[in-house]
């Protein structure tokens, strides 16, 4: 039989299975639409509009999309806006200092170094290093401790 314009492919539950996460990842993270992933991957809308809703206990793909969307460049650019309304003698539409002060919260955090964060990172090229050279790695070795050392004294403080 032959197919038809617009037919989609007949995809197995182990297919599916397998390709969702990924569908879920190009609506969430990079900002996909149902349409667009229906055209890409050849699943039916409606099976995308099941998946976008989540099973039962489950975050909804446009709930985990909004958490994604909600950074603190999109937070500062609200800030921003809210002070263009303002400035151009409009009411305020939020409360502006309870974003500012979130704001200022998002800030001190991604200030702070994270120790176990440095130390898997450093962990992790220390292993990618001496696939590539192990006396550099050795060198290196000495350094992430003083590092680590110095973070952690940081951290204490």
């Not at 806006?81 to 409009?90: Q, V, Y």
Request: charged share 35%; hydrophobic share 40%.
């Amino acid at each position: 039989m032959a197919k038809k314009a617009g037919d989609k492919k007949e995809w197995t539950r182990a297919e599916l299975k397998r390709i969702k996460p990924i569908c879920e990842d190009m609506f969430v993270n990079k900002g996909y639409t149902l349409t667009q992933l229906a055209s890409e991957w050849e699943v039916s809308e409606q099976t995308l509009v099941k998946w976008k809703k989540g099973e039962s206990g489950e975050k909804s793909w446009d709930e985990k999309r909004s958490f994604v969307m909600l950074t603190p460049l999109k937070l500062k650019e609200l800030l921003l806006n809210e002070a263009l309304t303002i400035s151009e003698g409009k009411e305020s539409t939020f409360n502006a200092d309870k974003l500012s002060k979130i704001i200022a919260a998002i800030d001190r955090i991604d200030k702070r170094i994270n120790p176990r964060i440095v130390i898997n990172v450093l962990k992790d090229f220390d292993k990618w290093m001496s696939d590539i050279d192990p006396a550099i790695c050795v060198e290196f070795l000495k350094f992430h401790k003083l590092y680590i050392q110095e973070v952690i004294s940081r951290e204490q403080q």
